[in-house]
Every structure is written in C-alpha cells, then in structure tokens.
C-alpha cells in the first residue's frame, strides 16, 4: 500500500474557501503565531507533492486571519454530518495495516524540508463519532507520528485523532515542543471546555505528555503512556550512549539493526494481521511469510533516525525526563500507563509502579510479552484498552451508558479466546427460545429484536454462561445484552498494581455495568436489552448442594421499574454447567 495515500489533516484547518474537503493531505503548522496550510489535489508530505501534478497555483499557502472562525464552522457541519453511535461488531480495521505500511509510510514523510514540527491526520482515521473528544498522539523518538498506525481506523471511530510529525532534521528543544502541544491543548479547550483531551504518549512524548498536563492542571485531560520514557536515566542502554556518540560515520550503518532488535519483537510485529483462529500449521506458515518479508524493513531506521538525528534525540531524552520526572507532583491529569514486560529499552515495568505511587490518578496494565514498541505489536488494541479500563468519555465524568461503545468483531473474537476459550469449546453451549405460540426452537428467535426488553434469569457457578450468552446475542441477532455486574468488579479494588488486561477488563468491553437504579433505569430508557440476575454473586457461589436454587430476594423491585418503561421481560433458565462442575 503506498503510504502517502494514508495522510491528510483534518479539513477544517483551512481557511482557504478554495481548498476542497478531498485534498489528499494538509499539514498544519504550529511554529508561528499564524497557521500555515499546506494543500494539493496530489499527495503533498512535508511539502514536496507525489503521485500527481500540482495545479497551476502550486502549493496553497493560506496565512489570513480567518482560522480560527473557518475551524469552528467546519467543525459545526462536521458534526452535523457524523454518526451518533456504532452498531455492534462494527469493523475496527485492525489488522488491515502493519508495520511495513509503517515503514513505507515513514519513509515519504521523513524526507527533508526545514519545516517546524507539525499536526496531521491520518486519512485511515475516517470521520469519527458525533461529539467525539480529541487525541493528540505524540510520538517516541521516531518522530514521525505514525506509531499508531495500526489503531487508526479504531481509534478514528471514536477520536478525533492529531499525530504530531517532527522532523528528521527539526531541533526543536523540548521545552519548545512543551509549548507547541501546550497551545494546542489550550487552544481545543477553549472550543470544547466541557469535553476532555487526551494525549497518547509513546516513550518520550510520554514525557511531553506529562509536561504539559503539569502546567495545565486545570484542563480535563486523560494522558495514556506507553512504556514512558522517565526512566530514561536507569535504561538498559545506558554503557552504550557514550559508544554511540564516538562512532564513526562508516559504522552507523549498523546501528539501525541494533534498534531493530532490541526496541520491539519482530515476531509480535509479524503477527497483526495472523489471524489466532488459524491452525497451528497455517499460523506458523503465515507468521513466517510475514516475518521473512519484515526483515529488509528494519534498515529504514537508518533514514528515520539518521546519526546526527539519534545524537540530538539522546540530549533531548535527558532534558525531556528531567523536566517531566520534577514536575509529577503537580500532574492531576486522569493517566493511565502501559507497560512492556520484555521491553530491553527501558525498566518499564519498575517504572510503571513508580509512577502510579507519585502520580495521584493512575492506573498500570503490564504487557508481559511485549516490547518496547507497544503500540506497533499484536496482541494490543488500544480503543480495546481504552474502554476496557473505562478511560472513554465525553465529559467530566465517565457514564457506563452514554459512553459505552459496542464491541467490534475483533473484540468479540479476541475476548471469546481469552475468556471463554476451551470451556466454551468443551461445554458447547446451545441456546434455545420459545415463540408466541409455544414452540420451542434453537436459536434466540423468540427474543424480542426492539427493546427495551430485560433478561431475567439464574447463575450458574461462578456466572460462566454469561460469556456464552452475551456471544450468543451479538452473533446471533446483533444485538447487545448489557449486564448488571457486581461493583466490585469495577473497583480498584479488584485491581492489583501489577494487574494485567484481564476479564474484569473484558466485561466492559462486552458491555456490563455496576448495577445501580440509576444504571437501570438509564438503560431500560435507552431501550436496550438488560441482563439480570436477582440472585447476584450470592447465586453465583452457591455451595454443594445448592445446584440451581434461586437465591432471589422478595421484593422484586425490577419488575416496578420494567412496568414504567414498558419493557418485555424474558425469564431464562440456565441448566448444564452446574452438572459440570459436580461431574469435575
């Protein structure tokens, strides 16, 4: 896939009323006080135009004072125009694109043109969701601001996404590239002072990040770290810096196939796009394929981190964590931090902990089979991440109804190997429903399609048919059942500091909520499809003996609130599993 095809910034940087909505790419420049675009017909990257003619006026420059009035009335018929919600098992596009689109992409945009560091969009992103909060990227020491392109066509559904591109040759110091993404911040609050901002930071924009939440304690914003560099002082890497710095030009050839091997796992970059439910043998063979043809890739490290570039990204680091690391106090941004267990770059998982003792809102998920380039590896979708922890929203406060997205198949695939996995293969649950005129069928044909309608119904041990219920709905009849789950699984409580993406993540992103009346009542007027068990956690681990009792309290309070809404309530028995378990 060529990769100028995958850039453009959002339109409403323009204030040219000449410029079209398809213009292939625009690049808004931060550095003056005036904002440059840049726009073609053509692919432009960092202003040399490819793939077509310019037009006779050339390249567009528009430096008039209408900016500001011009992004504001886009963004109106944006928003007008974008989708409110998502249907369930939507396409999230991952896969679709790897690291070698990576590569091709950051090879164009890296090329040489004395320009300032600057904002762009991916055109992958699409448009994204009604009322969407925005996500400035800020990248690693690659600087390209591609590192999230395996997550763009998710991450577009439900952000509006900005990738900071600073170039190979730009010397910016750290305290100016503070300031740049500091107007910007201040610059969207402005527009949208009730919606958060968040900054996704890789490795050192994970020091950017910090630095500007540290000097706007006031703006909402929702910082998600991967693998941050603050550590940088206790790296790995440290006996080598000084090798690096004395190594004479002929020799630096080499060093990109020294970062290649130890920033990331080649084999997890290999397999994004392998799918899991592949045979063992088919798996291997394509995980091969993909690997022998990532390989001559990694010698694209020497164009996008020449010799010079590395040297001056070194002193930067060194700035960027000190300036970071003595202002954590005064951060009271909402963080959320992911850390690589094989990172050989930096102590990220030490770090991690470190950080959530000094920050006063973080929350740790480790990633132990993953290296330094987090973001470019298999087995990590960051929307999946985002809502799994519940860092989505809209406003001030998070809503486990108005900000839920529906899971992708994606999701629905990965959750169903990670949670069900060989139970649901051993068990093979089977769903049945009873039509209007008494029949009993296979399927979830009898089961109301318009809601609101509420599922009233009996643990098993330990609630395992809910996953096979939940599945059952979404493929099925595309719909999607959100349960009532016990708070604690939404505490912090439940959450070690070394906690791992694990099930009590995946039951938000199959859609549960703590059961409170106002969740209840908030769902049944959204008429969705409710899952209820009266019999709560005490049904669930019931004792031997007590296989299928009803633990239901006497005061069946649901059914008041079921009658006020006019919801369909469908009473459901679950048989099997507890027979299992005595078996066992």
């Keep these: 896939m060529a990769s100028v095809t995958g850039f453009r910034v959002l339109p409403f940087f323009v204030s040219n009323s000449e410029n079209k909505y398809g213009s292939r790419v625009q690049v808004r420049s931060l550095g003056d006080a005036d904002a440059n675009v840049l726009s073609s017909n053509s692919v432009v990257v960092n202003g040399t135009s490819i793939g077509g003619e310019r037009g006779k006026g050339g390249t567009?420059?528009?430096?008039?004072?209408?900016?500001?009035?011009?992004?504001?009335?886009?963004k109106r018929r944006v928003k007008d125009e974008a989708l409110e919600t998502?249907?369930?098992?939507?396409?999230?596009?991952?896969?679709?694109?790897?690291?070698?689109?990576?590569?091709?992409?950051?090879?164009?945009?890296?090329?040489?043109?004395?320009?300032?560091?600057?904002?762009?969009?991916?055109?992958?992103?699409?448009?994204?969701?009604?009322?969407?909060?925005?996500?400035?990227?800020?990248?690693?020491?690659?600087?390209?601001?591609?590192g999230l392109v395996l997550h763009h066509k998710a991450l577009g559904k439900a952000f509006e996404v900005w990738c900071l591109h600073i170039p190979v040759h730009d010397r910016t110091p750290f305290e100016g590239l503070v300031k740049l993404v500091e107007e910007t911040v201040r610059f969207e609050h402005a527009l949208?002072?009730?919606?958060?901002?968040?900054?996704?930071?890789?490795?050192?924009?994970?020091?950017?990040?910090?630095?500007?939440?540290?000097?706007?304690?006031?703006?909402?914003?929702?910082?998600i770290l991967s693998n941050p560099a603050t550590s940088f002082g206790r790296s790995q890497l440290q006996p080598l810096f000084p090798i690096l710095e004395a190594m004479p030009d002929g020799l630096h050839s080499a060093v990109p196939y020294l970062l290649s091997s130890i920033m990331g796992d080649p084999v997890k970059m290999a397999a994004v796009n392998i799918e899991s439910s592949f045979p063992p043998g088919q798996r291997f063979e394509r995980l091969s394929r993909s690997l022998t043809g990532l390989l001559p890739y990694l010698s694209g490290f020497d164009d996008i981190i020449p010799r010079d570039t590395l040297l001056w990204k070194l002193k930067l680091l060194k700035s960027a964590t000190a300036y970071a690391n003595s202002r954590l106090h005064a951060v009271k941004a909402e963080v959320l931090v992911l850390a690589s267990g094989k990172d050989n770059v930096l102590p990220s998982r030490d770090e991690a902990e470190r950080l959530k003792n000094s920050l006063q809102d973080c929350v740790v998920r480790h990633f132990k089979d993953n290296g330094h380039t987090l973001l470019l590896e298999d087995g990590i979708g960051l929307m999946t991440v985002i809502k799994g922890t519940s860092k989505f929203r809209h406003s001030r406060r998070h809503s486990y109804t108005s900000d839920f997205i529906p899971p992708s198949m994606t999701e629905l695939n990965h959750a169903c190997d990670q949670i069900i996995g060989l139970f649901g293969v051993a068990t093979d649950p089977i769903l049945f429903s009873t039509l209007e005129d008494g029949k009993i069928m296979k399927g979830l044909a009898g089961v109301p399609s318009e809601g609101p309608v509420l599922l009233v119904g009996n643990h098993m041990f330990m609630g395992l048919e809910v996953p096979s219920l939940a599945e059952g709905f979404l493929r099925e009849k595309n719909i999607m059942i959100r349960g009532l789950a016990h708070p604690m699984l939404f505490s912090r409580m439940s959450q070690s500091s070394s906690s791992e993406f694990s099930i009590t993540d995946w039951v938000k992103v199959l859609g549960a909520v703590p059961v409170t009346g106002s969740n209840f009542f908030k769902l049944l007027s959204t008429k969705s499809h409710v899952l209820l068990y009266p019999g709560g956690s005490r049904e669930a681990l019931h004792y031997k003996g007590e296989e299928y009792k009803l633990f239901w309290p006497d005061q069946q309070e649901f059914v008041r609130m079921a009658a006020r809404f006019g919801a369909t309530i469908v009473p459901f028995g679950a048989v099997g599993e507890d027979d299992v378990a005595e078996f066992l």
């Design 192 to 223: 949208s002072p009730h919606k958060p901002i968040y900054l996704v930071g890789d490795s050192f924009g994970g020091c950017l990040a910090l630095a500007v939440a540290s000097r706007n304690p006031a703006i909402d914003l929702v910082l």
């Design 86 to 146: 998502l249907k369930p098992l939507w396409n999230d596009g991952y896969g679709t694109e790897t690291v070698r689109d990576f590569f091709d992409m950051a090879k164009d945009i890296v090329k040489h043109d004395g320009g300032p560091p600057r904002w762009f969009c991916p055109v992958s992103c699409g448009r994204p969701l009604k009322d969407s909060p925005i996500l400035l990227f800020l990248p690693g020491m690659d600087g390209t601001g591609l």
């Design 60 to 74: 567009s420059i528009d430096q008039g004072n209408g900016h500001l009035r011009s992004k504001v009335e886009e």
